[in-house]
């Protein structure tokens, strides 16, 4: 059982430590002479820079909560005085959690009751384009596809009062996971973004995880290099 846990915790807090430490760099980073963003006006800004964004995710259809990390970088492709577009290249690492709470339809009775999770792992690289626009180029609207691994564990136990029973159940499996996703951030400061996230998560012999199909975000970005 402990080492279940602790394997269950790998990649959410591996993502958190990510965060963390890149992060700090973002602050830190501030006073370099360039400019960890897009910059303004057209003007020509053959960079590759680096972001950081990290979300807390809810989905939907297969209802789970959790959070996302995705290092990403990118270079200006085209501009124009109102606008400028990237190419970006993206690692994700995502973590659910379906809780018996975020499942309605199970109930416990006077005879019955059941208890457990699923926990869902994502790793995938994405690619995509994004368009920066404004005057000072502060928002950002970006459409990318991703695809990679997404690791499964599924934990539940059932328990019968009357008789005395109980009995619990795991499965995990490795499938194939791919979808589109689409953001937008509004970098409020030098380094420091909102943004707000909306994806789809579809799978191939995963058999349905947490996490899958529809997920909406909102978190933080952190502008790098």
Same mark, same amino acid.
């Given at each position: 059982?402990?080492?279940?846990?602790?394997?269950?915790? /790998?990649?959410? *807090?591996? &993502?958190? &430590?990510?965060?963390? &430490?890149?992060?700090?760099?973002?602050?830190?980073?501030?006073?370099?002479?360039?400019?960890?963003? %897009?910059?303004?006006?057209?003007?020509?800004?053959?960079?590759?820079?680096?972001?950081?964004?990290?979300?807390?995710?809810?989905?939907?259809?297969?209802?789970? %909560?959790?959070?996302? *990390?995705?290092?990403?970088?990118?270079?200006? %492709?085209?501009?124009?005085?109102?606008? +400028?577009?990237?190419?970006?290249?993206?690692?994700? %690492?995502?973590?659910?959690?379906?809780?018996?709470?975020?499942?309605?339809?199970?109930?416990? +009775?006077?005879?019955?009751?059941?208890? =457990?999770?699923?926990?869902?792992?994502?790793?995938?690289?994405?690619?995509?384009?994004?368009?920066?626009?404004?005057?000072?180029?502060?928002?950002?609207?970006?459409?990318?596809?991703?695809?990679?691994?997404?690791?499964?564990?599924?934990?539940?136990? *059932?328990?019968?009062?009357?008789?005395?029973?109980?009995? /619990?159940?795991?499965?995990?499996? +490795?499938?194939? +996971?791919?979808?589109?996703?689409?953001?937008?951030?509004?970098?409020?400061?030098?380094?420091? =973004?909102?943004?707000?996230?909306?994806?789809?998560?579809?799978?191939? =012999? *995963?058999?349905?995880? &947490?996490?899958?199909?529809?997920?909406?975000?909102?978190?933080?970005?952190?502008?790098?290099?």
């Amino acid at each position: 059982m402990k080492r279940l846990f602790t394997t269950r915790l /790998c990649a959410p *807090v591996f &993502a958190l &430590a990510l965060a963390a &430490a890149l992060s700090t760099m973002a602050i830190s980073g501030a006073a370099r002479a360039e400019e960890p963003f %897009i910059m303004a006006g057209g003007e020509s800004d053959p960079r590759f820079m680096m972001s950081l964004r990290t979300d807390f995710l809810y989905s939907m259809f297969s209802p789970a %909560i959790g959070a996302g *990390v995705r290092l990403s970088g990118y270079t200006p %492709i085209w501009n124009t005085k109102r606008a +400028t577009g990237t190419f970006d290249v993206g690692l994700h %690492i995502n973590y659910a959690n379906g809780s018996k709470f975020m499942y309605p339809w199970i109930r416990d +009775t006077a005879s019955q009751k059941m208890s =457990g999770a699923d926990h869902n792992t994502r790793l995938a690289l994405s690619v995509g384009h994004s368009f920066y626009f404004g005057e000072s180029r502060k928002h950002q609207f970006g459409v990318h596809f991703f695809t990679g691994a997404s690791f499964t564990n599924n934990n539940w136990c *059932v328990e019968y009062p009357d008789e005395g029973l109980s009995e /619990c159940g795991k499965t995990s499996f +490795t499938g194939l +996971t791919f979808g589109p996703e689409l953001e937008y951030t509004y970098r409020f400061h030098r380094n420091i =973004g909102f943004n707000l996230v909306l994806g789809g998560a579809f799978g191939a =012999g *995963v058999g349905g995880p &947490a996490g899958q199909m529809l997920h909406v975000g909102t978190g933080l970005t952190f502008f790098l290099l």
